[in-house]
């Protein structure tokens, strides 16, 4: 495990190179992993943004996010086990929810498990929202998806979030 007071982990996009560590936490994080190719059609995509977490040359966290017209949809956020309640994941959000900002976008929404409960309070502590369920949309094993949503001009998810939009740039208040 790192020690973030003496090595903070830094982002940057994610490369090929990245790839059999993200599969590794991949694995070690989701009962349905995806596949390797499917990472490697989201690196060669131009309207996704692939962006991992490095502690040295470790990958120890990654996130993916589609922009699709004025939305950011969160894809797939994960950090390695033995790295997780270091702020790993926050730091990786924000950097999705800020390129949206810059990208325009006035939306982001995502699916999780709904048993996810460390997940759903990450997201709802940047003001997430849930807006629906999609019944029976995981599978191994089969569970409900909660749906939640972020008005990002707003800074809220149809509720207060403390979250501020400046330039194009949204932060946590």
Same mark, same amino acid.
Request: with cysteine; charged share 25%; glycine share 8%.
């Given at each position: ?16 190179? %990245? ?12 009962? /349905? ?42 894809? /797939? ?5 033995? %790295? ?31 048993? /996810? ?57």
């Amino acid at each position: 495990m790192i020690d973030p007071a003496a090595e903070p982990c830094r982002l940057q996009p994610m490369q090929d190179d %990245h790839l059999d560590r993200i599969c590794r936490i991949e694995e070690a994080s989701f009962s /349905n992993p995806w596949p390797r190719e499917s990472f490697l059609g989201d690196l060669r995509s131009s309207h996704a943004r692939c962006t991992v977490a490095l502690a040295g040359k470790l990958v120890i966290g990654y996130a993916i996010g589609w922009f699709v017209l004025d939305e950011l949809h969160v894809l /797939n956020l994960a950090v390695d086990p033995e %790295h997780r309640r270091l702020g790993i994941g926050r730091e990786l959000l924000q950097d999705l929810l800020a390129a949206a900002g810059r990208r325009g976008c006035r939306y982001a929404a995502l699916e999780l498990r709904s048993s /996810n409960v460390q997940a759903s309070r990450l997201y709802e502590e940047f003001g997430f929202k849930p807006v629906a369920v999609r019944k029976r949309y995981y599978r191994h094993p089969t569970e409900d998806a909660l749906v939640m949503w972020l008005d990002l001009e707003s800074g809220t998810g149809y509720g207060s979030s403390g979250l501020e939009v400046t330039d194009g740039v949204v932060s946590k208040s």
